[in-house]
């Protein structure tokens, strides 16, 4: 395991996901399901409900960091990233439902801007449905800021990167890793 992309907080130990995390990493997802199936698609709910080629398929195409308590290295959250361009884009931040409002999605999304600008990016993205008020809450408050509501500008942001996991209704945040002259 590459030691230089843990980290060590006050609750969680960041590390890593190996293959072995991931059907944790697909629990996380699945423990908090319900919670978007009132407003999203139902194609948009696989992403959600995990199949079982979730698993393969994003293991393969991104980054996973899984958060565990110090303590007793209980698996909390996980953390994805993919890098494109200027940006690091976050595609999964999920807890264990029983562990949301701890402080550990701040944690890991610290974690995640703290990768991004080592690797020298300008911002971290990601998406999030509106009625998830929960989740954009969360956002804002750590300081991502919406850059686009709208289908076409969500999908034509930074080349198209986002157009393989854009889902409907979806809004694009970005926090900022440098000042605004240098964007």
């Not at 908090?32 to 696989?46: G, Q």
């Not at 953390?79 to 690091?88: K, P, R």
């Not at 809450?137 to 686009?148: C, L, N, P, R, S």
Request: with cysteine; hydrophobic share 40%; charged share 30%.
């Amino acid at each position: 395991m590459n030691t230089s992309t843990m980290q060590s907080t006050t609750d969680l130990e960041i590390r890593p996901a190996e293959w072995e995390d991931m059907e944790t990493v697909a629990d996380f997802l699945r423990s908090t399901a319900d919670w978007y199936r009132p407003f999203l698609d139902e194609e948009d709910m696989a992403e959600h409900d995990v199949p079982a080629e979730w698993k393969q398929e994003n293991f393969e195409r991104r980054d996973f960091y899984v958060g565990e308590l110090s303590e007793n290295e209980e698996a909390v959250g996980t953390v994805s990233l993919q890098y494109f361009g200027d940006f690091a884009y976050v595609g999964y931040v999920y807890l264990d439902a029983d562990h949301v409002g701890n402080g550990y999605g701040r944690q890991l999304l610290e974690f995640a801007a703290g990768m991004a600008s080592r690797k020298g990016c300008k911002g971290v993205a990601l998406i999030a449905h509106p009625q998830a008020k929960w989740a954009v809450k969360a956002y804002t408050k750590f300081g991502f800021e919406m850059v686009a509501e709208d289908r076409s500008e969500v999908l034509a942001w930074n080349d198209g990167a986002l157009e393989p996991y854009y889902e409907e209704g979806f809004q694009l945040y970005v926090y900022w890793l440098v000042p605004e002259d240098q964007r």
